[in-house]
């Protein structure tokens, strides 16, 4: 079973509205919780980083939440743009020194006009 | 620094051929990274080195797959022979290991075997 489960898996939206993906895991303990977007033909790109004592972080229309405690991250877009058509990856790093990045499926998210 | 730098983009080769995928990871990064990424299985971890030595390389899925990283600026994955199956985007990432240090991604390399 994979260690990180995202939904929805694709979703349609019109430009300007909001979102939100959510992302659930079970690995644990971990050391930091990342929402990578990857645009069509590109690699993944950082968007966001919590740790475990974080709640919430932004990035411009973009913001992360976590909830620790039921092992849940959501990521919400704030007013959709055309430029957000990706696909959105959660991504969770364990504790200690294995360097091995649990990745979910990712959440595709296309935006029109 | 130019990023991650992965080739090539694309290859197409038939089956049974060897396939020779290239990265050279960021300039002062220790950790580096071979994914491959499906539709139905989204990014797996292949193998990753830390200091130009392979730590994990569970992922690898059989003999057919090896990887090497001579120095520190350079890294190949190769497969001999290539099958159909292996077709998928096979990226590259690289990290300074340790905390929460953000892993970059290549291009990727787009690989069809026919």
């Known amino acids: 079973k994979n260690q990180v489960e995202q939904s929805p898996q694709s979703l349609i939206i019109l430009e300007g509205k909001n979102c939100t993906l959510q992302?659930?895991?079970?690995?644990?303990?971990?050391?930091?919780l990342r929402w990578y977007k990857q645009d069509t033909g590109r690699g993944p790109v950082s968007l966001t980083i919590?740790?475990?004592?974080?709640n919430t972080k932004s990035n411009g229309r973009y913001t992360a939440t976590l909830d620790a405690d039921t092992k849940q991250s959501s990521l919400h877009i704030t007013a959709s743009q055309l430029s957000d058509s990706a696909s959105y990856i959660c991504?969770?790093?364990?504790?200690?020194?294995?360097?091995?990045?649990?990745f979910g499926k990712g959440n595709q998210v296309v935006v029109i006009p | 620094d130019a990023g991650v730098i992965q080739s090539p983009r694309h290859e197409v080769t038939e089956m049974g051929q060897e396939v020779t995928l290239r990265c050279k990871p960021i300039?002062?990064?220790?950790?580096l990274f071979w994914y491959r990424q499906t539709m139905m299985r989204g990014l797996e971890l292949l193998i990753y080195?830390?200091?130009?030595?392979?730590?994990?390389d569970s992922g690898m899925p059989e003999d057919r797959f090896s990887a090497k990283m001579p120095n520190a600026s350079f890294s190949t994955l190769k497969i001999q022979p290539s099958e159909p199956r292996d077709s998928a985007v096979y990226f590259c990432?690289?990290?300074?290991f340790g905390g929460g240090a953000e892993a970059f991604f290549g291009q990727g390399t787009r690989l069809t075997v026919v």
């Open positions: 990432a690289s990290t300074y």
């Open positions: 992302c659930n895991y079970t690995v644990s303990p971990f050391s930091n």
């Open positions: 919590m740790t475990f004592s974080e």
């Open positions: 991504v969770v790093r364990p504790t200690g020194g294995n360097n091995r990045l649990a």
């Open positions: 300039s002062g990064h220790n950790s």
């Open positions: 080195f830390n200091n130009n030595v392979p730590i994990d």
